[in-house]
């Protein structure tokens, strides 16, 4: 059996490297990986990773490094490895051999250590959190179990097994039967790219590591609430955070349908050596089943607001920055005429509350380095006037002129979602400092909610229209259009038609009701109607496109993680610009990373 698992991984690598001619017409990947490392080695593995990291007279070897070695020395079969076997090898480090000299005749150990890497890399390493309103800095395990603590679940390894629905195929992932609304939980941090319907995983959540290597798959969510109050297309999740609560949507065309017999969660990891494979041939599934055998200890507790009914993490937590292999760098050329490359700044609550420093959620400290690191590296601030000159008319923007040592200033637009009132009071005597204008995004109801309140608390508060009436007269902040009743994933996702279908008629209706209204409310306060529109929960749709237009707004902004392009002389280029996600850990020098 081992020769024929060795023989089919040389054939499949063999497949992998083109011939000499071809090798500069293809590139070349890993296209096959049988991940089968059991827990137990994974546990021993991480604990010596940990006691290196802690002990500086150990040799610095890394978990994943240890188990690469393992799987080339046993052709990936790990039946007959015992964890007796990993102690003699970090017993022969002690004494002084190095990785280098115990795999020089291993042939296989790089494709080991790059498969391995990619299927583990994100789940060691150092992460902070919080005791008694005391950040601890901490190195060890920080991925976490799919399931709460706390909640009962029952699970065997499924993956492989055969599936019929639409076709048969084989099962790409692992199902943990829960109970309906049993919280589910971010296995890492990461990025979320796929959020909404999908006939055979229903109501699904797709998030990609940020190393890009991973994408992990939690499908089948549950019917009606299936995500986590604001997780939006785009964001960004810390490892435990709660993501959704299981459920058994699936299995029909239909969105919003229960069609699955018994509730669970599956989920899957896709390891991605080359972006061709994440929607297209070669995709790489592993078995999640002792992934999630090893993340049984390591369970994140959560506590459910009685009055929303949503779970949150009980404990504060935060990583470094990721280091993110995308470019995301401002190329603005020095001739403004050509193609203006905006990043846009996606800011959301600023509290002055350390505890509170999450995913939407920063402090008056984290926006005043972010404003600072900008002036520093020769950004200025745009405004929705001047981008629509710019992409209407193509009107230089007069203010980039007087950039750094004569440059051309980069521009940048800040944006607040939401309509927070601690953006009032936290924000806007930082913009008078730096001298920086910012774009407001106001949630109609939200207003109401805080009106009929009768207060502004920066805790918890919305701004009434009195407090904009202030912002708008201060000139740094321009007040436009998040919606009026549509921030919401009740009946509907955002804009999207609502959950189960309806009509084009009454579709149309519902748009053009909340757009107007938001928009009458705004032109009360301001005195001119919205000119932007930024989709609540990054959900979008081409009749909200059609009736945004037909309403005069001109620009609108999505969720996607990634800088804005405008084009001179083209007004199109300003609809659903790409916006960077400001989380609190990922200051604006991690996301404009020069």
Known sequence: ???????????????????????????????????????????????????????????????????????AKNGGDFKKVKTATLQKLTARLEEGETMDMLTEKLKMYGYYLEAYTAALGGMVGEYSVQTEGKWENKYGLRAFHPIARGYDYQHYDDFGTGRNYGYRRKHLGHDMLALTGTPVIAVESGTVEELGWNQYGGWRIGIRSFDRKRYYYYAHLRQNRPYAEGLEKGQEVLSGDVIGYVGRTGYSSKENTNNITQSHLH??????????????ANQIWIDPYEITK????????????????????????????????TDTRNAVSEEPEQTMRLPVIMYHSVLNNPGKRGKYTISPDDLETDLQWLKENGYRTVTIDELIAFAEDGREIE??????????????????????????????????EFGNTAVL?????????????????????????????????????????????LHHNRKREGVK???????????????????????????????????AFAYPLGAMSKEADDVLRELGVKLTFSCSLDVAEVRPGEPESLYRLNRLLRSANRPVSSLLKE
């Open 294 to 325: 090893l993340l049984m200890s390591h369970r994140c507790g959560t506590t459910r607001n009685p009055e929303t009914k949503e779970h949150t993490r009980t404990i504060a937590y935060k990583e470094p920055p990721p280091e993110v292999p």
């Open 441 to 485: 995004f106001v949630v109609g109801e939200f207003i109401d909610k805080s009106e009929s309140e009768g207060v502004q608390n920066p805790n918890f508060s919305y701004v009434s229209r009195e407090t904009l009436k202030k912002l708008v007269e201060e000139g740094l902040w321009e007040i436009e259009s998040h919606s009026y009743n």
């Open 1 to 71: 059996m081992k020769l024929i698992r060795f023989a089919a991984l040389l054939l499949v690598l063999c497949m992998t490297l083109p011939p000499v001619s071809a090798q500069e017409e293809e590139k070349t990947y890993i296209k096959w990986v049988d991940f089968t490392v059991p827990s137990s080695l994974m546990k021993a593995a991480i604990e010596y990773d940990v006691q290196s990291h802690a002990d500086s007279t150990k040799p610095q070897v890394s978990w994943i490094e240890l188990l690469a070695y393992l799987g």
């Open 399 to 432: 203010s980039l002129r007087e950039g750094l040592d004569g440059a051309f200033a980069k521009p940048v637009l800040l944006t607040f979602d939401d309509g927070h009132f601690n953006n009032a009071h936290y924000v806007s005597p930082l913009l008078k």
């Open 497 to 531: 038609r609502a959950h189960g279908g309806e009509s084009d008629e009454h579709y149309y209706g519902v748009l053009r009701e909340d757009f107007t209204k938001i928009g009458e409310l705004i032109k009360e306060v301001t005195g001119r109607a919205p000119r």
């Open 267 to 280: 989920l899957g990891i896709q390891l991605i050596f080359d972006e061709s494979q994440k929607n297209g």
